[in-house]
């Protein structure tokens, strides 16, 4: 399992994703070759829609 749900300890009605060890893992294991394909996957994107696309995920990221 790369994930687990928790729930916030500030409000019980929230819920929370939290990478787990077998993900950490995974991802550590993985090679130049792995990362270099990762680009590949947003090459179809302008550097507007890069930033855009950073800018929301860190936002859906922050606590």
Do not use: G, N, Q
């Not at 077998?22 to 090459?43: E, G, I, L, M, N």
């Amino acid at each position: 399992m790369f994930l687990r749900i928790d729930p916030d300890p500030a409000d019980k009605r929230i819920r929370r994703l939290t990478a787990t060890e077998v993900s950490d893992r995974y991802w550590r294991a993985r090679d130049t070759a792995d990362f270099a394909a990762v680009v590949t996957w947003f090459a179809a994107l302008t550097p507007d829609e890069l930033d855009t696309l950073i800018r929301l995920a860190a936002k859906v990221l922050a606590d």
